[in-house]
């Protein structure tokens, strides 16, 4: 499902998803986008060796996916965030708050569709009150280096 909505804060929507949909804002008119989203979905690298990197991000895909709890062995629904960077390379994390976190970025610079430039951003890791990790995405200013 391609998402052309600029303005709101819900860019991505993660709300009882049905399990496989794909939200992104790659132009799929053509062969080479189609070939674009494909080959991210397919070869994304894992997002958490590329911490606190600088990367130009060009595009993003939101996939909802299940997981399966390591110790409970528990099967629940999540969504997976791609990064797509100018370079062409694909970076993954299964992160709701990853998700909230560009769905909040989309609302105040738009969305990837609509920008003039790749966006600078980092993704760094966070741990909340109780001690859980999470990822967040955050605004590079180029500039200011």
């Given at each position: 499902?391609?998402n052309?909505n600029?303005?709101a804060?819900?860019?991505f929507?993660?709300e009882?998803?049905?399990?496989?949909?794909v939200q992104?804002?790659i132009?799929?008119?053509?062969?080479?986008g189609?070939i674009?989203?494909?080959?991210?979905l397919?070869n994304a690298e894992?997002?958490?060796?590329?911490?606190n990197?600088?990367?130009?991000?060009?595009?993003?895909v939101?996939?909802?996916?299940?997981?399966t709890?390591?110790?409970?062995?528990?099967?629940?629904?999540?969504v997976?965030?791609?990064i797509v960077t100018?370079?062409?390379?694909?970076?993954?994390?299964?992160?709701?708050?990853?998700?909230a976190?560009l769905n909040t970025m989309?609302g105040?610079?738009g969305?990837p569709?609509?920008?003039?430039?790749?966006?600078?951003i980092k993704?760094?890791?966070?741990?909340?009150r109780?001690?859980?990790?999470f990822?967040s995405?955050?605004?590079v200013?180029?500039e200011?280096?």
């Amino acid at each position: 499902m391609e998402n052309n909505n600029s303005t709101a804060l819900v860019a991505f929507n993660t709300e009882n998803t049905e399990l496989g949909t794909v939200q992104h804002f790659i132009d799929t008119s053509t062969r080479e986008g189609k070939i674009k989203l494909y080959s991210a979905l397919q070869n994304a690298e894992k997002l958490d060796e590329h911490l606190n990197e600088t990367m130009l991000m060009s595009n993003a895909v939101a996939q909802a996916v299940q997981v399966t709890d390591d110790q409970t062995g528990e099967i629940s629904n999540t969504v997976r965030v791609i990064i797509v960077t100018a370079d062409g390379k694909a970076y993954s994390a299964t992160s709701p708050t990853l998700a909230a976190g560009l769905n909040t970025m989309f609302g105040i610079f738009g969305t990837p569709n609509t920008w003039d430039a790749p966006l600078p951003i980092k993704v760094v890791e966070r741990r909340s009150r109780r001690g859980f990790k999470f990822f967040s995405i955050e605004p590079v200013d180029e500039e200011a280096k």
